[in-house]
């Protein structure tokens, strides 16, 4: 969601308003127009979304231009949440209420009784408060113990034993999908609800109208219904009741990215990185992640979520920072020796399939050893090593480890003569202090131990090239 750029207007009554030449809008008309606006003027309608620009992101413009309730359905970690929450930019930055009012009325429309008599009895004199778009997209995290009154609603007992009787529609307090009244209502995880209380929204969704113990409130409620399933829930453990679902206007299927530069664009955005990683360590990350998804020894029907890289690199990077703090070091720069903590923690993240019990760690480390050879593979293709690889073979060796530094391992490099390999290394991954030229020696020794032409030996924290 956008944070607010102009000042809130200076309009406090509904006589103001109507003097200002405002015009109200439905939803989806607001939607539609400030979509078109977007595309039309070039701007990116869907700003830290990568991978989706020519799969989902034409469904979902198309499904908001015919104004369509929407469902999202794709596993876990694949940005379903973060889309929703982007639809909530295509609202007008403010918009008017009536002051005081239990939906965010617009003050032309009252549709409540209450706001219905205030704007009888005060007439241009309706005091209007204005809220931010912000404030016009919520959100519901779907359980099974969510009930009707959480959705839609219930009699409140407090206003009964105020003297109203049952029968006075004033005695119902409205539950999130009305309170959402001229606004977006997201419900993560839709499955997760159970049938009854999917079968509540459903007058809601398509006669606009609500029904609590009985009573029928024809109020025209004006939202966007918008959620988000995963499909092994979906199809499993819990399910979209089928009236539901065919009041979903539009059924997009999301994906994780299929780029590897929209995977490194997704870890560089989310993760929090208390070091500096650098972006050969991202790019093994991505293709990591992108290795498990399809490795048949993964549970695919899970997935592999975007978060398991994006945890990866905040640990790579905390490695980094544990070691500055230990050693000394001016500058926390993470190295490839730091992916082994990675394997250690990010494990518990990924279902395997069921006859690879045991075989967890060897699994994690066969592929991030792939990943490491592959963007090897990418960054030095055309350097030759043989200086470095005739030093080791005459006996020199290359110690590093979480608990050695920067400087410490460049000062064991061994003398390679006249050549320049060192700085070709520096140069190809642009490294400009010790830490990344560092990390950039050690990604090209890794390389060289992965192609079985130089040993290596690990012992605790300490690793030899040798």
Known sequence: MTSAATEVPNIHTVGELRASG?????LREEIRENLLLKLRSGEDPWPGLHGFESTVIPQLERALLAGHDIVLLGERGQGKTRLLRTIGGLLDEWSPVIDGADLGEHPYDPITHESQRRAAALGDDLPVAWRHR????????????????????????????????LGDPETIHFGLIPRSHRGIVAINELPDLAERIQVSMLNVMEERDIQIRGYVLRLPLDVLVVASANPEDYTNRGRIITPLKDRFGAEIRTHYPTELEAEVAVIRQEADLVAEVPEHLIEILARFTRNLRASSSVDQRSGVSARFAIAGAETIAAAALHRAAVTGEDQAVARVVDLETAVDVLGGKIEFESGEEGRETDVLTHLLRVATADTVREHFRDIDFAPLVDAIEDGAMVTTGERMTARDVLAGLPPIGESELYDDVFARLGATNDGERAAAMELALEGLYLARKVGKDTDGSETVYG
């Open 22 to 26: 405002h015009q109200q809008k439905q």
């Open 134 to 165: 912000s404030e016009r997209y919520v959100e519901k995290l779907a359980t099974p113990d969510t009930s009707v009154a959480d959705l839609i609603g219930d009699v409140d007992p407090m206003k009964v034993a105020d003297g109203r009787s």
